[in-house]
């Protein structure tokens, strides 16, 4: 049974870091993209970060100091999401989910769901001093 399990939530004051690592159950995750997503309080679901079968990450942030780095871990079939500077707009329920094996280009953020085949429940972030 394929199940993603998000981990590593919680509240962080503006400008700190924080890491969220997203287990992969049921299925080699090497094999496909893991991409996290992010929905903050009132908003819809957008897309942050995304790593394909060949490593190759695509960032949908907007920020210029990549703040957001992603990274797989083989052994333990997780992928990791490293959060830097972060800020209060950073705060909202981040979510993993496994996609088919291309992740869409920066331009074409807003299609990143339709590759999406499984979602995990997502993990609470929370900016705040």
């Known amino acids: 049974q394929v199940q993603l399990v998000e981990s590593g939530g919680g509240l962080v004051q503006p400008g700190g870091s924080l890491t969220l690592s997203c287990a992969a159950f049921?299925?080699?995750?090497?094999?496909?993209?893991i991409g996290w997503f992010r929905q903050p309080p009132g908003k819809e679901r957008e897309a942050v970060i995304c790593?394909?079968?060949?490593?190759?990450?695509?960032d949908y942030t907007d920020s210029e100091e990549g703040r957001f780095t992603i990274s797989r871990d083989n052994v333990k079939n997780t992928v990791h999401l490293q959060m830097s500077g972060l800020k209060s707009e950073d705060t909202a329920v981040y979510y993993c989910?496994?996609?088919?094996?291309?992740?869409?280009?920066?331009?074409?953020?807003?299609?990143?769901?339709?590759?999406?085949?499984?979602w995990g429940q997502g993990t609470q972030v929370t900016v705040s001093s």
């Open positions: 989910a496994r996609g088919t094996a291309a992740c869409p280009a920066r331009a074409l953020r807003a299609s990143m769901p339709s590759i999406i085949l499984d």
């Open positions: 790593i394909n079968n060949s490593d190759t990450t695509t």
């Open positions: 049921g299925f080699p995750s090497i094999y496909y993209a």
